[in-house]
């Protein structure tokens, strides 16, 4: 399973950026995608999640309302658009395949992860 995330930059406070995280080696469609961050010295968070069928979704609360999840099927490609930009966003965003069929939080869940991908937000 390989998956490679696209989107990298830096961009000014309150600026947009969209990333996206082509998938292959796997059938895309059956597993719940999820977008995780590290900033530097933090550790690995929870971002955002979607469902198979982008039925549902889940957000970190503090990215609630500013980025969206969403994915194309027909593409392998996970993306998250994000909005409203502040600095405390800066971080290394990844994408990852969950182990399970239901969406989750807990990094631990993630069993196949992209590499990363800088995001770098100036105030």
């Known amino acids: 399973v390989q998956l490679q995330a696209f989107g990298r930059g830096l961009v000014q406070a309150g600026g947009s950026l969209r990333l996206s995280c082509a998938t292959s080696?796997?059938?895309?469609?059956?597993?719940?995608m999820g977008w995780f961050r590290q900033g530097p010295g933090k550790e690995r968070e929870f971002v955002a999640a979607?469902?198979?069928?982008?039925?549902?979704?889940y957000y970190l609360d503090s990215v609630k309302g500013r980025f969206t999840i969403s994915r194309d099927n027909a593409k392998n490609t996970v993306y998250l658009e994000m909005n409203s930009l502040k600095a405390e966003d800066t971080a290394v965003y990844y994408c990852?395949?969950?182990?399970?069929?239901?969406?989750?939080?807990?990094?631990?869940?993630?069993?196949?992860w992209g590499r990363g991908t800088l995001v770098t937000v100036s105030s």
């Open positions: 990852a395949i969950a182990r399970s069929w239901a969406i989750e939080v807990d990094v631990r869940e993630y069993n196949y």
């Open positions: 080696g796997r059938t895309f469609s059956r597993y719940v």
């Open positions: 979607i469902s198979q069928n982008s039925g549902s979704t």
